[in-house]
């Protein structure tokens, strides 16, 4: 199969479209024909081990990149039990294993969704990530239930970086399944404020001067902040906007963070990865990601929300797309067909 993968670390330009096997699924994974992809974040990192992802600083033969796709179940491993061959699904996946930026890949059932009829394979492969990251951040974080909307009732949320993948549908899921009553987003182009309008932000402000454009819309600070960028760049602007007993997620960047700021407000940091429950639950079925996936499709098929893909590449041309996401440009979320 045709795959694109890195044998080492670094740019863009390391990154190659290689003949490998085809991958063969263990006990209850599943192996799907990739038809579409998207990209993230999460991508650019680990090609250029960002952060020293992996410490031995040596991918282990070619490292397959990509954790975002949609495609059709091949073969099902011996212990399968919610999927079988001819099913279409959408999935994000396991950092630790090969990614989806393939013909192939093999993937755990219990980390993928049922993909949304009503979607092309494109649409759908924009969302597998994304949607996992604002869903736990918003169950496990801020401690919400869509199927009890008292949880957040009065509540208002303020999400740093409304236009990418992750902020465009945390401002529909915030908004539209958790019923959060006033949602923000930060934005600071034309096109990327209209872009957060468009996905149902009640207010976007600018990314400076958070406190003093709040109080102009009388808004004296929020319960909750989802920050969807490298938290270091808006810290102390973010726990200041924070109301007392509020909570913080954050998706990146937490190195240097002043946690100490959070003290006297006792304000709750939720650091949010979507690869935490296929790293470490092992053969536990308390995964819950093939739950969110099936519900998200719900919600996608019954039009409560709308597609995020924002621009289409070339699939041959996933070094640039790369480059893209790296730029921090992107708005909403880069997608292509596997061909």
């Given at each position: 199969m045709k795959a694109w993968a890195i044998t080492e670390y670094g740019p863009s330009s390391n990154l190659k479209l290689v003949d490998l096997p085809k991958p063969v699924p263990r006990d209850r994974d599943l192996l799907v024909k990739v038809v579409a992809v998207a990209t993230n974040p999460i991508d650019y990192k680990k090609r250029s081990n960002w952060g020293n992802l992996d410490p031995t600083g040596k991918p282990t033969g070619p490292a397959i990149q990509g954790w975002d796709g949609a495609g059709v179940v091949e073969a099902v491993g011996s212990k399968v039990q919610k999927f079988k061959v001819g099913d279409e699904v959408f999935f994000a996946g396991d950092i630790s294993r090969q990614g989806c930026h393939a013909e192939y890949v093999a993937i755990d059932e219990r980390i993928v969704g049922k993909k949304p009829s009503s979607l092309s394979f494109e649409d759908a492969a924009a969302f597998p990530l994304t949607s996992l990251t604002v869903w736990e951040g918003l169950t496990d974080g801020f401690g919400l239930d869509p199927k009890n909307?008292?949880?957040?009732?009065?509540?208002?949320?303020?999400?740093?970086?409304?236009?990418?993948?992750?902020?465009?549908?945390?401002?529909?899921?915030?908004?539209?399944?958790?019923?959060?009553?006033?949602?923000?987003?930060?934005?600071?182009?034309?096109?990327?404020?209209?872009?957060?309008?468009?996905?149902?932000?009640?207010h976007v402000i600018n990314h400076t001067n958070i406190k003093a454009q709040l109080e102009a819309l009388g808004i004296n600070?929020?319960?909750?902040?989802?920050?969807?960028?490298?938290?270091?760049?808006?810290?102390?602007?973010?726990?200041?906007?924070?109301?007392?007993?509020?909570?913080?997620?954050v998706i990146t960047g937490l190195n240097d963070l002043d946690v100490l700021a959070l003290w006297f407000k006792r304000i709750t940091l939720f650091p949010e990865i979507m690869f935490s429950r296929p790293l470490y639950l092992g053969d536990?079925?308390?995964?819950?990601?093939?739950?969110?996936?099936?519900?998200?499709?719900?919600?996608?098929?019954?039009?409560?929300?709308?597609?995020?893909?924002?621009?289409?590449?070339?699939?041959?041309?996933?070094?640039?797309?790369?480059?893209?996401?790296?730029?921090?440009?992107?708005?909403g979320k880069q997608v292509a067909l596997v061909q």
């Open positions: 909307p008292v949880t957040a009732e009065g509540k208002s949320v303020l999400f740093i970086g409304g236009a990418g993948g992750v902020g465009s549908i945390g401002i529909q899921l915030a908004k539209k399944v958790f019923k959060i009553p006033t949602v923000i987003a930060t934005a600071s182009r034309p096109e990327t404020i209209e872009y957060c309008k468009k996905m149902g932000a009640d600070g929020v319960n909750f902040v989802y920050d969807c960028v490298d938290a270091n760049t808006h810290w102390q602007e973010v726990v200041d906007v924070t109301l007392p007993l509020g909570k913080i997620v536990s079925d308390d995964y819950t990601q093939n739950e969110i996936l099936n519900e998200v499709s719900k919600f996608l098929d019954a039009g409560v929300l709308q597609t995020t893909k924002g621009s289409t590449f070339e699939w041959s041309k996933l070094p640039e797309a790369h480059d893209s996401q790296e730029s921090g440009k992107c708005i």
